[in-house]
T-cell receptor, first 111, second 114 residues
Framework: NAGVTQTPKFQVLKTGQSMTLQCAQDMNHNSMYWYRQDPGMGLRLIYYSASEGTTDKGEVPNGYNVSRLNKREFSLRLESAAPSQTSVYFC??????????FGPGTRLTVL | GESVGLHLPTLSVQEGDNSIINCAYSNSASDYFIWYKQESGKGPQFIIDIRSNMDKRQGQRVTVLLNKTVKHLSLQIAATQPGDSAVYFCAEKGYGGSQGNLIFGKGTKLSVKP
């Protein structure tokens, strides 16, 4: 099992550009999450999907959209990237409210 | 609102010694707590969890203690090894909160001296 995979691993964008971060899990988990991690800070929840077909806002949803494509995949979209969105993005999955398993992260720089 | 914080941002220990990493939480209704380890350039890795109906839980070389009276959580690592060097995060999930609404602390960096 690969666990949680994320693509791309690195990305540089210019202000105003758009992009989609991809996440997939092969553990048959119902719940999936997107976090961002900034230097010196813990992870902050952007959006989550408790089950296929549902999505909800987390702590810092502004500037982002998500799509739960199917049970395996949960994507995060930046419609118009801003320098404040420079961060490391982590996707995670869990079986309902048990421990979350994290992907390796996407390092995004917005110039 | 909820807050999860750590008493010490950095901790340096000698190889072979025991490590104790502390965490305070503010929501007395939180019912689930997790410790994660994050190595440089990697995603957080689950270490151990504990539910609010327990005071102590042990894993391999790790023990989590929960003191609900003072809203304090600690992670004890026995016989600390160089491979334990990482940033450790505690996280809590509030009772009745949205599923997946984990609140993370800022992390403690553990350095193990050989």
């Amino acid at each position: 099992n690969a666990g949680v995979t994320q693509t791309p691993k690195f990305q540089v964008l210019k202000t105003g550009q758009s992009m989609t971060l991809q996440c997939a899990q092969d553990m048959n988990h119902n719940s999936m999450y997107w976090y961002r991690q900034d230097p010196g800070m813990g992870l902050r929840l952007i959006y989550y999907s408790a089950s296929e077909g549902t999505t909800d806002k987390g702590e810092v949803p502004n500037g982002y959209n998500v799509s739960r494509l199917n049970k395996r995949e949960f994507s995060l979209r930046l419609e118009s990237a801003a320098p404040s969105q420079t961060s490391v993005y982590f996707c995670a999955s869990s079986e309902w409210d048990n421990e979350q398993f994290f992907g390796p992260g996407t390092r995004l720089t917005v110039l | 609102g909820e807050s999860v914080g750590l008493h010490l941002p950095t901790l340096s220990v000698q190889e072979g010694d025991n490590s104790i990493i502390n965490c305070a939480y503010s929501n007395s209704a939180s019912d689930y707590f997790i410790w994660y380890k994050q190595e440089s350039g990697k995603g957080p890795q689950f270490i151990i969890d504990i539910r609010s109906n327990m005071d102590k839980r042990q894993g391999q070389r790790v023990t989590v203690l929960l003191n609900k009276t003072v809203k304090h959580l600690s992670l004890q690592i026995a016989a600390t090894q160089p491979g334990d060097s990482a940033v450790y995060f505690c996280a809590e999930k509030g009772y009745g909160g949205s599923q997946g609404n984990l609140i993370f602390g800022k992390g403690t960096k553990l350095s193990v001296k050989p």
